[in-house]
């Protein structure tokens, strides 16, 4: 398996409902980020969390961090329909010189 | 906001073709990258570009392929002789230093036929 695997590779939710989407990687990490795709588009930052962070909030954005079971979780509450896109866990792997390894993806979608 | 852009959005070319990929990264960012994605599928490291030389390139990242920062705001992917599997959306992006979020432009799509 590879660094960065997202699971469920697909997720479809009511509005209003939380979305709760999980990456697991396999090396040691400075930090690990999150990323949206609109399709066609290009990847939109959305949060980072450091290695020694385990919870980070941003707006209707929750992140956590194990890193003893090395695997993350973003929840998004309060989904809206503009939140079907997909998403994307990246690791920026301790030791590595300065690249982002990028999982396959969770294709989410909210229905209105 | 500054954002990254890459031209054309589109590009359709023959096997055996050689293709330019264009980028203008965020004016300030040190740190470039390459990467290529295949039918919305994963999105796949090639290159990293910092202080004018490449940092790490990964095994899709054979002699057929090389980037060149050719002044200060340019930054160019080339395939020299493009196959049908170099069929896919390629995405530039910049960080200002590392480990920091990475900026994407929208993409070029290359078809091969």
């Known amino acids: 398996s590879q660094q960065g695997e997202e699971d469920p590779q697909a997720l479809s939710i009511q509005e209003g409902e939380n979305a709760t989407m999980n990456c697991s990687y396999k090396t040691s990490i400075n930090n690990l980020q999150w990323y949206r795709q609109n399709s066609g588009r290009g990847l939109v930052h959305l949060i980072l969390i450091r290695s020694n962070e385990r919870e980070k909030h941003s707006g209707r954005l929750r992140v956590t961090l194990d890193t003893s079971k090395k695997s993350s979780s973003l929840l998004i509450t309060a989904s809206r329909a503009a939140d079907t896109a997909s998403y994307f866990c990246a690791t920026d792997e301790a030791g590595a010189n300065s690249k982002l390894t990028f999982g396959k993806g969770i294709t989410l979608s909210v229905r209105p | 906001e500054p954002e990254v852009t890459q031209t054309p959005s589109h590009q359709v070319t023959q096997m055996g073709q050689e293709v330019i990929l264009r980028c203008v990264p965020i004016s300030n960012h040190l740190y470039f990258y390459w990467y290529r994605q295949i039918l919305g599928q994963k999105v796949e490291f090639l290159v990293s570009f910092y202080n004018n030389e490449i940092s790490e390139k990964s095994e899709i990242f054979d002699d057929q392929f090389s980037v060149e920062r050719p002044d200060g705001s340019n930054f160019t992917l080339k395939i020299r002789s493009t196959k049908l599997e170099d069929s896919a959306m390629y995405f530039c992006?910049?960080?200002?230093?590392?480990?920091?979020?990475?900026?994407f432009g929208n993409g070029t799509r290359l078809t091969v036929t």
């Open positions: 992006a910049s960080r200002v230093d590392s480990p920091s979020p990475l900026h």
